[in-house]
């Protein structure tokens, strides 16, 4: 591990440590460390909280209004922002209306598990200028798994809504996550051989080799140029996995009303919609880690958090695009693809990235 | 993929921000009505034409008008009554907006229906039909001869 | 087969054929009237189509007379619409009961569906004798003598299953209302689906929701004034030239009033920018269905849309609801400055081409598009044809049948134009046909502008004179129908010597092309469901009137 610095050297300094230092919290023992990971798990969560409950939805609009030769929000405040503070309280306020078939303790517990799975999963993502919340060495296993937990909730929400089409939304988000979440996995593992570790930290310091120099400008070895083929698998089977266009199935707004979310209304419906987004932000957010180099950019590395959310808002203006321009496909074509191509794809993907290592690790390059 | 992030790199937009921007009003076009009392000859003409009798007139028993009212909340305006109108006493202005907490606010007498603004100070009349004799400026509010 | 069917060419030739079954003649004005018995209806219309090669059944209007019940079957042919023939069947008042014709036309499953709701004639042997645009438990038939208008009725739901009751019966499939309230329906259609997992297996539209009375309002109005306004909202979706066009052609028709010339290049004009917008929303909205909400093309559907309505506010007063047309003419001329308006829609012309190619890149160039369209809800030629589709839907099925070339009227004939045809039966032609004549409805009117500029001054003549009160002879019939935006628009309209119609009926292009919905999506998936659905560009308030 030579050439640019590491951003983090080989011991990861987290961000509950360094509160706990900071505050002095660390001298009360496992207790004071405990509080510190609180702390920095509330930093975490509300910075993520703040970026796609507010941002989210407002860049969502703009965006689109942008591919679609519209104007959009624009009246309460600077280019219409706070017209987000204006929803939420609307949101808020409004009665939530409970199906008088729903099964209580599913349905309820739907939303929760929706936006909690996500937000869990930035628990072991490095954002850069120190904010990283742990380190496991299993991280890409825990961050995958994390996330999948979501088409639990996503089919307790279909089935506990006693609603036809929920229950019809809740099995395309299944039957989609299944088959999405093979191919996923399987490209994720390609990274994992290359860093040779599944600890995050490792994978994107593993990155920050230069691949090649070319007149003083060193491209940095991320996976999505040393294996192009892999990132845009990952991108994919990951737009399938957080159910966006051209994978929307499981809400199909055409064909199933709003899918598994069709019932829900007030603040659950909140909760519902700011998991999707957040989903989409995970998404962005492992890709960024995994194929992007994380947080790594140019300039010092205190930047690291600005370029990593650079990354991820990529990321997220990709789906945004794909939203507007992409037709949906048929849920049976869906799975088709999931099983029959992407799977495949997946499996070559990684003999290829076998292939690569080799080459790359063969005495002479 | 490619046409979507052109226009969205382009930044021209084809929607108008509505309260602020008014957006542009043919001349010819059918918004609420205008009545001229000093115009009218009560034919009742108007009344007859009147597709889903939005239109109701009420004389007394010299055949004098007394009242003129139309409801523009269950008007369709299709312009009939200025189309048969000998005397040009109703025609239909470019005005669009107008409200009403009730439907009944939207029940109009010939007062209200004399008060109506030209739009913009355009005829809509001489847009439509030119050789049609227009009137306006003329009866703008309070003017009442009888 | 041919030279059978020319064999029957002449009206006498058609009466021999219907031999000593022809009780008596009642000649309408756009076709020879052939009376026969209640029960002859099927063996009479079998040998018509298969011998005479009336292989469309345009329309069935029923009507009552004071001394009884009428059926009439109008019949044509799709290889010429020009020959046509009305079959009447007459039934008694007490007993108002006529053979169905549903085994030898598929499009009179639901046109005597509708006779039957509205008029109370009933067809023996018909497979599905319910009411079609009345709820199930609605007293008595509104276009019947002895019906009170003025009762209120309250409809009630006991009868009517409940849409939202748990349904705790154990099956294999699931039951699945799609609409009245779907965003997939455009508009409030009901369409009860059977489902098997994902596939439907099962589906019964239910119309009716939008019911407005239509018919019966134009009954109400005079014939000069009270009826044009009304065609605008058949269709509310800005084809609403079209549709006063039917009426104009069916009225003019009746009272023998000739249309100048100057007007009609301005109708011609009018219609086909009536047919682009229309077509560009049908666009929009297959979009939709497709894509997911809010989609890019949707939106671009709509930009250009709205250039063609700024041209047609500027040309009529008014965005949608137009009152445009008047019997024996225009309202009014173009509006001056005439070279601004000229110059207005050359501009838009001149920019289309560059739209279709973006609408071209965008979805049918669109691989994901083409999976999700090409082989979907297919519709055979001869399906179509029994079912009575037209427009473009039939010719997305290869038919080859438009009114503005088969039956000319306005300027067409003497304009350069193609009829477009695809022959893949299936969502993704229906979307290239209409791509393809909005290219052709816009060569229209770049000649039509020609023509309009070039025109002399002192022979613009907007309007025949025609009589303040019109009131065409009593007894006079016809059936007179239009190319609308989604296919044959037709009007049958019968005088009884006042001003306004004794019985005026509506042939609704969108009722006849969503009865074929069933043929089109049963067996595949739901979004095939959802984009067949999108892709017949129905409008509810023209298939409820």
Known sequence: MTGVAPLQSGETYLLPERIADLTGLGEFGVLGELVAAFVGAFIVGSLMLAMTGVAGPWAKRKITAAFTDRIAVNHLGPAGIFIIVADSVRLLSKENIIPEDADRPAYDLAPIVIAASALLGFAVIPMGSGIHLADPEVGLAYVFAIAGIASIGLIMAGYASGNKYSMLGGLRAVAQNIAYEIPLVVTGMSVVIFAGSLQMSTIVEAQAEPLVTVAGLSIPAWYAIVNPFAFVLFLVANFAEVGRNPFDMPEAPAELVAGYQTEYSSVYFVLVYLGEFLHIFLGGAIITTIFLGGPAGPGPAELGIVWFLVKIWGVFLLTQWLRSAIPRVRIDQLIEIGWKGMLVLAFANLVLTAVIVALIDAPGL | MATTMKHALDGETFTVEYPKTAPEISPRFRGIHKFSQERCIWCRQCEKVCPNDTIQIVMDDQRNGEQYNLHVGQCIYCRLCEEVCPVDAILLTQNFEFTGDTKHDLVYNKEQLKAVPWYKDIDPLESREPDRGAWIGEGDGEVDYQ | ?545
């Open chain 3, 1 to 545: 087969m041919s030279t059978g069917i020319e064999r029957h060419e002449t009206e006498e030739a058609l009466a021999e054929l219907i031999g000593d079954r022809l009780l008596e003649r009642d000649d309408h004005l756009n076709a020879p009237g052939f009376v026969i018995r209640p029960d002859d209806v099927q063996s009479v219309l079998a040998d018509l189509r298969e011998e005479a090669g009336f292989d469309m059944l345009s329309c069935v209007t029923g009507q009552a007379y004071d001394d009884r019940y009428e059926t009439i079957y109008h019949l044509k042919r799709y290889a010429d619409p020009t020959r046509e023939a009305s079959v009447v069947v007459p039934t008694a008042t007490d007993e108002p009961v006529s053979e169905t014709a549903e085994p030898i036309y598929r499009a009179a499953d639901w046109g005597e569906r509708e006779c039957y709701d509205l008029v109370g004639i009933e067809y023996e042997g018909h497979p599905d004798h319910r009411r079609i645009l009345l709820p199930e438990t609605w007293q008595g038939h509104p276009l019947s003598p002895d019906y009170d208008q003025d009762k209120p009725q309250i409809v009630t739901l006991s009868e009517h299953a409940n849409p939202i009751q748990p349904d705790h019966r154990e099956s294999d499939t699931m039951f699945l209302n799609i609409g009245p309230h779907h965003p997939a329906t455009h508009g409030v259609l009901h369409v009860k689906t059977v489902l098997d997992g994902e596939t439907v297996v099962d589906l019964d539209p239910d119309i009716g929701y939008l019911h407005r009375c239509e018919e019966q309002m134009c009954q109400q109005g005079t014939y000069r004034h009270q009826i044009m306004p009304y065609p605008d909202r058949w269709d509310y979706v800005s084809s609403g030239l079209l549709n006063e066009w039917a009426y104009a052609r069916a009225a003019e028709d009746l009272a023998d009033i000739e249309v100048p010339e100057y007007a009609q290049v301005i109708r011609t004009m009018g219609a086909e920018l009536c047919r682009i917008a229309s077509h560009m929303l049908a666009l929009g909205t297959f979009a939709l269905d497709v894509y997911g909400e809010f989609t890019a093309l949707f939106q671009y559907t709509f930009r250009d849309r709205e250039i063609v309505q700024d041209i047609l506010e500027d040309l009529t007063g008014q965005r949608l609801m137009f009152n445009y047309f008047r019997l024996g003419g225009v309202a009014w001329d173009l509006p001056e400055p005439r070279e601004e308006f000229f110059e207005n829609v050359r501009d838009f012309l001149d920019e289309l081409p560059a739209k279709v190619v973006e609408y071209n890149d965008m979805v049918t160039s669109n691989e994901i598009f083409q999976v999700r369209c090409v082989d979907t809800g297919v519709l055979e030629p001869e399906v179509a044809k029994s079912y009575g589709v037209t427009g473009p839907v039939a010719r997305g099925s290869g038919v080859d049948y438009d009114l503005r070339r088969d039956d000319p009227y306005g300027y067409y004939e003497n304009l350069e134009w193609n009829v477009v045809t695809e022959d893949g039966m299936d969502n993704y032609s229906r979307v290239l046909v209409r791509m393809q004549e909005v290219e052709e409805s816009a060569k229209i009117i770049e000649q039509c502008v020609d023509l309009l500029e070039e025109w002399p001054e002192d022979d613009r003549e907007i309007q025949a004179n025609v009589p303040r009160t019109l009131k065409p002879d009593a007894g006079a019939e016809t059936y007179r129908s239009v190319e609308a935006a989604k296919g044959e628009l037709g009007i049958y309209i019968r005088s009884d010597g006042t001003d306004t119609p004794a019985r005026f009926k509506i042939r609704s292009p969108c009722f006849h092309n969503l009865s074929a919905l069933a043929e089109m999506a049963e067996g595949e998936y739901i979004p095939d469901l959802v984009a067949s659905l999108g892709s017949l560009d129905i409008v509810l308030g023209e298939v409820d009137r």
